[in-house]
């Protein structure tokens, strides 16, 4: 049975850090491909920041670029994304999204930025 679990979201205010941390079990976490999508209110998902399965490549939308980061430790099975500086707009429910034989999802976790 395939998890995705995310965790670390919250409340904070803007200017703060949180770090989000997505652990998977039941496929093979180090050949997928990872990636962090969010959904604001009323809003689309929208791709974040993506891992390639090595951790050696990685990507990240315009809005996020020099203030997130991600990364994965595969002997943990785990991906991260670090996210300094918050703004407001980054306020949504974060998904972490695992690309392997199928497409995975985890269930979402909300990070609120307060003004």
């Known amino acids: 049975q395939v998890q995705l679990v995310e965790s670390g979201g919250g409340l904070v205010e803007a200017g703060g850090s949180l770090r989000l941390t997505c652990t998977g079990s039941?496929?093979?976490?180090?050949?997928?491909?990872m990636k962090w999508y969010r959904q604001p209110p009323g809003q689309e998902r929208e791709l974040v920041a993506s891992?390639?399965?090595?951790?050696?490549?990685?990507r990240y939308a315009d809005s996020v670029k020099g203030r997130f980061t991600i990364s994965r430790d595969n002997d943990e099975n785990t991906m991260y994304l670090q996210m300094n500086s918050l703004k407001p707009e980054d306020t949504a429910v974060y998904f972490c999204n695992a690309v392997a034989l199928q497409i995975y999802w985890g269930q979402g976790i909300q990070v609120t930025v307060s003004s």
């Open positions: 891992i390639s399965p090595s951790g050696g490549s990685t």
């Open positions: 039941g496929f093979t976490f180090a050949r997928a491909g």
